[in-house]
């Protein structure tokens, strides 16, 4: 019923900014927070950022600190990443993912259970 479509993924030279888009679509729902994470061929999905719908507090992967920045949209049911500095290291599929029960834990992936189709992300030397 509730889908994530992820937006501006693209090819980037390293040092190059990306900032990525993630709409909510069809159905508006409770939502305990929103987080980012990452794919590269052969690799575990791994924690990117997230923030709580409520708070807004947010939440990075000690290899995005810095370089990276989530915010959202209320109303819009809109988050982003915004990516600076980028590196060949951050090349991966990026997912958008809704977590709408609480856990005491936004870092791991097993706890959102909505998830978007992904947008490529590739940074070349």
């Known amino acids: 019923q509730v889908q994530l479509v992820e937006s501006g993924g693209g090819l980037v030279q390293a040092g190059g900014s990306l900032k990525l888009s993630c709409a909510a679509s069809?159905?508006?729902?409770?939502?305990?927070?929103m987080g980012w994470f990452r794919q590269a061929p052969g690799k575990e999905r791994e924690f990117v950022a997230a923030i709580s719908w409520s708070s807004g507090r947010t939440y990075y992967s000690d290899s995005v600190k810095g370089r990276f920045t989530i915010s959202k949209d209320n109303a819009k049911n809109m988050v982003y990443l915004q990516m600076n500095t980028l590196k060949p290291e951050d090349t991966a599929v990026y997912y958008c993912?809704?977590?709408?029960?609480?856990?005491?834990?936004?870092?791991?992936?097993?706890?959102?259970?909505?998830w978007g189709q992904g947008t490529q992300v590739t940074v070349s030397s």
């Open positions: 069809g159905r508006t729902f409770p939502t305990v927070a």
């Open positions: 993912a809704a977590m709408t029960r609480y856990y005491n834990n936004y870092f791991t992936k097993g706890n959102y259970n909505y």
